[in-house]
C-alpha cells in the first residue's frame, strides 16, 4: 500500500504564507496524480488542488492564483505552497494519491482517490 504522510502545516497570520508537502512511500512502480483537500469543522472535505503525472496542475477556484502544487518525482513528495492566507482557509489539509491509470487526472473529486494522509493543521489568523 501507499503510504502518505503530510507535514508544515501551523498557524498564520492572514496574508501569511505556508508550504505543505506530502511525502509518499510503498509505491508499485505505477505512476501516481495526487490531489491536496481540506476540511473545516462543520463543513465537507473539498478539493483545493491536483496534478497529474505530468505536473498539469488543477485549482479549485477559491484558491487560483494563491496556492501552487508541484510535485518532486525524484523525491516522491508533493509540495503546496500556499500564499496570500485568508482566515477561510483555515482547516485540515489532507493529500491524496491514485494510479493515473484509475482516471482523468487531475482532478480535484475526493472520489478520485483511494491513498490519503492522516493531514496537518493550517489555522489562519
Known amino acids: 500500500d501507499v503510504q502518505l504522510v503530510e507535514s508544515g502545516g501551523g498557524s498564520v497570520q492572514a496574508g501569511g504564507s505556508l508550504r505543505l508537502s506530502c511525502a509518499a512511500s510503498?509505491?508499485?512502480?505505477?505512476?501516481?496524480?495526487w490531489g491536496w483537500f481540506r476540511q473545516a469543522p462543520g463543513k465537507e472535505r473539498e478539493g483545493v488542488a491536483a496534478i497529474d503525472s505530468d505536473g498539469i496542475a488543477s485549482y479549485a477556484d477559491s484558491v487560483k492564483g494563491r496556492f501552487t502544487v508541484s510535485r518532486d518525482n525524484a523525491n516522491n513528495t508533493v509540495n503546496l505552497m500556499m500564499n496570500s492566507l485568508k482566515p477561510e482557509d483555515t482547516a485540515m489539509y489532507y493529500c491524496?494519491?491514485?494510479?493515473?491509470?484509475?482516471?482523468?487526472?487531475?482532478?480535484?473529486?475526493?472520489?478520485?482517490?483511494?491513498?490519503w494522509g492522516q493531514g496537518t493543521q493550517v489555522t489562519v489568523s
Open positions: 491524496a494519491a491514485v494510479s493515473c491509470l484509475y482516471g482523468a487526472f487531475p482532478s480535484i473529486k475526493e472520489r478520485s482517490y483511494n491513498y
Open positions: 510503498g509505491y508499485t512502480g505505477s505512476r501516481y496524480c
